[in-house]
């Protein structure tokens, strides 16, 4: 029986210390496995390289090929991009997001869109102000439409 832990041990390692990265496994029953990640690095031209279809493919084959095809019958596999408006979950992600702006919950209730300055395991700092992680609901990309 494959379990979470396997799923993220095999994903790590295969996606090693390039620019894709795990975001999180979500297991939503005993049968569904859910492998988001993430990228951060760049294309030759100097923009931000975003999580391909094929990078999704080639993690999933690389995890499928991983266990035996006994063990796979009877789950679901899906690896997908963390997707834009989603909560970050990694301190990468935040990093990754550096001099752009976010939306940021407050477990307090307050709301605010500020420029992300800086990030680090235990705070981060928005428009001169450092705010712990623990103070923090969610963390979204703000996107702007206009």
């Known amino acids: 029986m494959i379990v979470k832990e396997d799923i993220i041990r095999v994903a790590e390692s295969q996606l090693g210390a390039g620019p894709l990265?795990?975001?999180?496994?979500?297991?939503?029953?005993?049968?569904t496995f859910e492998v988001f990640i993430d990228c951060d690095g760049s294309t030759p031209e100097g923009k931000p390289r975003h999580?391909?279809?094929?990078?999704?493919?080639s993690l999933t084959r690389a995890i499928r090929g991983q266990f035996e095809e006994d063990d796979l019958d009877d789950c679901s596999l899906t690896v997908s991009s963390a997707g834009i408006g989603q909560p970050l979950r990694t301190l990468r992600q935040y990093l990754k997001l550096v001099g752009r702006p976010v939306e940021v919950a407050l477990k307090s209730g307050r709301k605010m869109t500020a420029t992300l300055e800086a990030a680090d395991e235990t705070s981060i700092t928005l428009d001169g102000t450092q705010i712990p992680l623990t103070e923090i609901k969610t963390t979204k990309e703000h996107i702007d439409f206009k």
Do not use: H, K, N, T
């Open 51 to 57: 999580v391909s279809v094929e990078d999704c493919i």
């Open 21 to 31: 990265f795990l975001v999180e496994v979500r297991e939503p029953d005993q049968e």
